[in-house]
């Protein structure tokens, strides 16, 4: 979901060219990212989740929230400019009401999405098995060291 955005002294415009990382899986990078322009993907373990290229797309907010490593790669797919912020998600629900509602919705719009793709993975295909292997991720117990992300 698109943000809006007003000048602050905790953000500042970044240009990534083709194939730079913005953010990289696992590390400890602070803040989070609104899409100004092009195209970005996001890589969880090597494989593509998905790819954006919305104006005002608030993406990389997730470790910030939960003051955790990055939980995937974000690479620019073509020459990309974001805003970079870097308060903390208490700095923010106080000082940017309004981009944290957004976030918050964008956050529940991405469980949805997730969710329901998580539903159509798990239904059974004509043979009686599921339709995916993502039987075993779901009746296995948690891992409690295992990255949330």
Known sequence: MPASTTADSHQNVKTFARGAIIAEQGSTGSGW???LSGRVAVFKHETQITEFSTRGMIFGEISSILSRPRTA???AVEPTSV??????LDE????HPNIAKTMLV???QRLEKTTDALWAAMQPK???TLGS???DVIT???DEEADAG
């Open 133 to 135: 292997e993502l039987s």
């Open 126 to 128: 004509a043979d009686g």
């Open 92 to 95: 923010l629900i106080a000082k």
């Open 83 to 88: 805003i970079h912020f870097e308060a903390d």
């Open 33 to 35: 990212y609104v899409l």
């Open 140 to 142: 296995s117990p948690p």
């Open 73 to 75: 790669t974000l690479i």
């Open 106 to 108: 964008s956050l529940a």
